[in-house]
C-alpha cells in the first residue's frame, strides 16, 4: 500500500524537523515554509492531509485555509497554533479545519491526531457505512467538519445505541448546536458527557467556555 502524503506549512525550522521526524517513517511528508508555495504544491499533487501554521510570513494560515476550502481538493487540515488563536475543536470546526495542533507538541500526540484524521478521510474516500462505534464516531466528526449537521447526528445516534455509556457523543452533538447558535442546547448536552464522564476533558473544556456566550434560541 502506498504511503499517504502529508504537507506541513510553517516557516519555524524546528517545527518542520520535529514533524517529519515524528511522521516520515509511515507517510510521505513534504514541506514548505509559507502559504503561496503550499497552496502551488497542491494544485501539483494530492495531499490527503495538510498541517497548517497560523502564522505564516505573507499570505497566513487563516488565507490559506480558506483557499484550500473555496478549491475543495478534498485535503484535510489540522491548524498549528502556539498563539492561543484556536483554543478549542469548535473554533477549529469554524475555520473550516479537522483539528488543531498546539505548540509545544510530542511526537505521540501527533502520530495520534494525524491517524484519527486520515482515518476520517479513508471513510470519506470508500464512501462506505461505518460498522463499528469507532467508525460512527469518526464519520460523525467528517460530517461535522463539512457542516452537514443532520448527517453527523444520525451517526451519532448510532453510536449512542451501542455505546451508552460514552460520552464522546454527547460531546459532538453540544458541538453541533454550538455550531448553530444554540448555546443551552450545547450545554445540556456537555452536561450530560460529564455526567457520564466527570474527567472526560473536551466536554469539561466547551462547557466552560461556552459560559457567557449569548444564544440564538430562545430561554
Known amino acids: 500500500m502506498d504511503k499517504k502524503r ?8 524546528n517545527i ?3 514533524l517529519e521526524k515524528a511522521l516520515s517513517e509511515k507517510y510521505e511528508v513534504d514541506s514548505t515554509i509559507n502559504g ?3 497552496l502551488k504544491m497542491l494544485d501539483d499533487q494530492h495531499y490527503p492531509l495538510v498541517l497548517l501554521d497560523l502564522k505564516l510570513p505573507g499570505k497566513d494560515g487563516i488565507e490559506v485555509l480558506r483557499e484550500i476550502n473555496e478549491i475543495d481538493y478534498k485535503t484535510k487540515v489540522i491548524i498549528i497554533t502556539g498563539f492561543g488563536s484556536v483554543d478549542s475543536a469548535v473554533e477549529t470546526l469554524k475555520l473550516g479545519a479537522t483539528d488543531y495542533l498546539r505548540k509545544p507538541f510530542k511526537p505521540e500526540e501527533i502520530r495520534n491526531k494525524v491517524e484519527k484524521v486520515l482515518s ?3 471513510l470519506e474516500e470508500q464512501d462506505s457505512e461505518p460498522e463499528n462505534f469507532n467508525e460512527m464516531i469518526e464519520m460523525a466528526r467528517a460530517k461535522i467538519n463539512n457542516k452537514e449537521f443532520e448527517d453527523a447526528e444520525e451517526y451519532l445516534n448510532k453510536a449512542l445505541s451501542l455505546d451508552t455509556e460514552s460520552p464522546i457523543p454527547f460531546n459532538l452533538l453540544g458541538i453541533i448546536h454550538e455550531m448553530n ?7 445540556k448536552k456537555y452536561r450530560a458527557a460529564l455526567s457520564l464522564d466527570p474527567s472526560y476533558t473536551p466536554a469539561d ?3 466552560s467556555r461556552t459560559v457567557g456566550i449569548s444564544s440564538d434560541e430562545e430561554e
Request: glycine share 4%; proline share 0%; charged share 40%.
Open 16 to 18: 518542520r524537523m520535529n
Open 36 to 38: 503561496e508555495e503550499a
Open 6 to 13: 502529508i504537507l506541513i506549512v510553517d516557516d519555524e525550522k
Open 120 to 122: 476520517r478521510y479513508n
Open 205 to 207: 473544556k466547551n462547557l
Open 181 to 187: 447558535g444554540e448555546i443551552n442546547k450545547a450545554q
